[in-house]
């Protein structure tokens, strides 16, 4: 069986960057999720997106990340030219990271389409992610900004939404429609209304659009960004002056929604596995499906663990260990709990209260602990 | 106010042995229980014993511990003479103990009443164990062995019992009876009978009794054993000759039983409150009481803390934090859950299975981590 062929003229960017503050403290600011192997794959996040993307983009591939964690994206990434490495001095959100890398691919490649793929999520059943990057790219060479829209398994609250349109009838597209709408997170009730019309898709962040269109795109609607990330391109010197002056937004808010309402905007329904590993429990249940189908982490039926197996003695288990700490962890009759271990910080928490992790972090400041965020 | 007098001619033995296995990994086979401060008094199980058994022993209290301990006892015990800290070549259970202090003490004071109180006991309301061992002194002057029986609160199948007979009307002694007989730990059936009856005491081993009479009682029933203490008395130089001979055997079985069963042992019912601190659990209680009392080291309502509270961030939990390894523990959210938190060994047990922590000790040795009991 012979592997994906790539995709002439396609460039891959990742936006490496973002907190998991909510899986601290394996993540942590200075070593965020990115970074980490939470798969037991071997491989951290970064290297997985990377080895995700070589099969479709070859050599075509741009990391953009945050200054403090340039040195480990080069450690991990040992075949990324140093010109396809481009650090922020600070986190100015997706856009400005997007409409740079842009930038410097339409000054090597003024044809090259791009696709902005997060560093920090799980994909499965990497043939369909390669897929449909194909038809994305066959409607983004029609001039459209494509979204990979992910079909969602429950009434998720966490994540914005697209609202399909009609089929395109794009060729090498079979399946890409129109966006009618982005739409913010909703609360409870609106995402049930949402799953159940069958219309809507979770944005997860994942455009292909050629560099060209995009940089227009945010000419059209943020003129000095534009401006200033072309000029960048040219004159990478120039970083350090310019950088701190670009707005901070999104790419949603930047361009695609604008974009969507003038009709510019396409979606590929994702065929593929897709989590955001937003928090442990969302982890754990990850895991559990790893494990479930073959040589999986599991350390026992229903506990799931990141670590060395030898680091973990457990009776009556459930849920998640990640035993960082080079440490013998002990449980005894726990459900679904979930356990970090790491050299200075412990945290314990049910896998149904995960998502409040992200309270304990912000209190770390409060009480001195700061330098453990 | 002032303190308790000393009791002329009582001498205090302190045997600090045990493994406290259930209290891993807090306390280890190198560093068990008694060597820790698990009330956060800022003193030891060790030391709270000689804090408690000085008022009335002035400096005649002597400690018997295994080899490995006595650097660590003599260390945490400053007042100790050298004299008085007699150090086993191996565990040969408590007979040989405390008949080899009985026979040091008979050699200096012939006429001694001894006290044996374990190293690892919890004992709140002093005054009133004062005034137990002050009237069990009395009783041990009238030629009988005296126990000290603590009162059941529940019907407990972790302790032996003793069978309490007719007062005995000994002057300084008004609240002194018969003992029947001791009874082993009962099932659960019989140990609701016996808390029932009210005529059972929980047998905690504290023994009171002239050392002559203690010997005559070893020389009836062991007399290789009485032998052997009384030479090693006079030479000490011979204790890794003679100590591997010794019976291993508890001073239940070895005297206080056929002692009972000949009509000479008494018991002091204890006035005061007691804990042997058996698990987590049961420390977990003892916290509790201590916060609800006074300055305890309560880190929460119905969450305790041994260690740091600058080491704990908590959100809606309960249960026992011991911190002990210079990090911080973050909980979000567990009820009644024991977090134990050491240097190389991290433990997660809910406290109602805390008495299954003995468990995972036994399984250390086969997993390769024999160094960590």
Not at 59 to 70: E, F, K, L, P
Not at 223 to 228: E, I, L, R, S, V
Request: charged share 20%; with cysteine; net charge negative.
């Amino acid at each position: 069986m012979s592997g994906p062929t790539q995709i002439p003229g396609f460039w891959a960017i990742v936006p490496a960057g973002g907190a998991g503050t909510r899986l601290w403290p394996l993540s942590r600011r200075r070593s965020p999720k990115f970074l980490h192997d939470l798969t037991g794959s071997g491989r951290t996040l970064l290297q997985e997106t990377w080895d995700r993307l070589t099969p479709i983009a070859a050599d075509r591939v741009v990391v953009v990340t945050g200054r403090d964690h340039a040195p480990e994206v080069a450690r991990q990434l040992p075949g990324l030219p140093a010109a396809y490495l481009l650090a922020e001095p600070s986190p100015r959100d997706s856009m400005p990271a997007i409409a740079w890398a842009a930038a410097v691919v339409a000054a090597r490649d003024p044809d090259a389409v791009i696709g902005s793929f997060a560093a920090d999520h799980v994909i499965s059943r990497v043939d369909g992610f390669h897929a449909a990057v194909r038809e994305a790219v066959a409607l983004a060479r029609a001039g459209l900004l494509v979204t990979l829209g992910i079909t969602p398994t429950y009434a998720a609250t966490g994540f914005g939404y697209i609202r399909e349109g009609m089929p395109l009838g794009v060729e090498g597209a079979p399946s890409g429609c129109a966006v009618v709408e982005f739409v913010e997170k909703p609360d409870a009730a609106r995402a049930e209304t949402y799953l159940a019309s069958g219309e809507f898709r979770w944005n997860a962040g994942m455009f292909v659009v050629k560099a060209s269109v995009l940089l227009d795109l945010v000419e059209q609607w943020h003129p000095t960004m534009a401006a200033d990330v072309r000029a960048l391109a040219a004159e990478p010197g120039r970083l350090d002056e310019l950088w701190p002056d670009l707005t901070k937004i999104a790419i949603d808010h930047a361009v695609a929604e604008p974009a969507a309402a003038a009709g510019r905007v396409a979606v590929v329904p994702a065929t593929f596995g897709w989590d955001d590993v937003g928090d442990f429990d969302s982890l754990a249940g990850l895991l559990e499906a790893h494990s479930a189908s073959a040589a999986g982490p599991a350390a026992a039926a229903g506990l799931s663990l990141i670590g060395d197996p030898a680091d973990l003695v457990s009776v009556d288990s459930t849920g998640l260990v990640v035993a960082r700490a080079g440490r013998l962890v002990a449980l005894i009759g726990v459900d679904d709990l979930v356990v970090v271990d790491t050299p200075d910080a412990l945290l314990v928490v049910p896998r149904s209260r995960a998502q409040e992790v992200k309270g304990i972090v912000d209190r770390l400041a409060g009480i001195d602990r700061d330098h453990l965020r």
